[in-house]
């Protein structure tokens, strides 16, 4: 059986993800990747003590990176975008929390 802390991996903060979350109450997390969405509304649920409304998941593709002669790749990972129900907030710098 899957925990939620296995199916939450981090919160991604980001630009993108801090204006997401001010302007359309979006959250974005990297999740495991064989997590799906009802596991991630569960995880996201029970983890944080919000209502969560819909969860998109998207693979993220690994890019091709180099180190002087050596060529390598990075690892794909799985990404969901976690909307929140009006007056839901996940707080991650609360102090204390």
């Given at each position: 059986m ?6 939450i ?14 302007t ?10 064989g997590?799906?969405?009802t596991?991630?509304?569960r ?10 409304e819909a ?20 690892p794909?990972?799985?990404?969901a ?11 991650f ?5």
């Open positions: 899957k925990t939620p802390e296995s199916i991996v981090r919160p991604l903060l980001t630009e993108k993800g801090t204006r997401l979350k001010d359309e109450r979006k959250v974005l997390f990297e999740v495991a990747d997590a799906s969405r596991e991630v509304r995880a996201v649920e029970a983890l944080f003590n919000v209502k969560v969860v998109r998941t998207q693979i993220v593709r690994g890019k091709v990176r180099r180190l002087g002669r050596f060529v390598g790749r990075r794909n990972w799985k990404k975008i976690v909307t929140l129900a009006e007056g839901s907030d996940i707080d710098f609360a102090m204390g929390a």
